[in-house]
Every structure is written in structure tokens, then in C-alpha cells.
């Protein structure tokens, strides 16, 4: 028997590989390098493998 429960809004958005690298780059990450399965910078071309972006921040 149910007794309570409780609803929570969960906002999640999904971003091509291009296009969280453009955010990066707008907000001011350099040297962007994405890697595809932890190989570094093998990009990506299939949609279950894990990816992984690495770059710094110009904090000038």
C-alpha cells in the first residue's frame, strides 16, 4: 500500500559534440580536445560511447 510520494522536476538537456564545444569556447575554455572511449582525442562517431572533453581556462 502506498502511503505518500513526492514528484521532482529533473531539467535535463542533451548537446551534440559540437555544440558543447561552442558553449566551452563562449564562456571562455581554450584548447578544447575531445576524446571518444578515454582515447585521447579519437573523436566520436557512434552514439554509445562515452565522451570526454578536456581543455583550460584563460583566466586573463
Not at 531539467?11 to 564545444?21: D, M, N, S, T
Request: no cysteine; proline share 3%.
Amino acid at each position: 500500500m502506498l502511503i505518500q510520494t513526492e514528484l521532482e522536476q529533473f531539467p535535463l538537456r542533451w548537446y551534440g559534440v559540437e555544440e558543447f564545444k561552442m558553449l566551452l569556447e563562449q564562456v571562455g575554455f581554450k584548447d578544447i580536445v575531445i576524446s571518444a572511449d578515454y582515447e585521447y582525442g579519437r573523436y566520436p562517431n557512434e552514439a554509445n560511447q562515452m565522451i570526454t572533453f578536456e581543455s583550460v581556462v584563460d583566466n586573463k
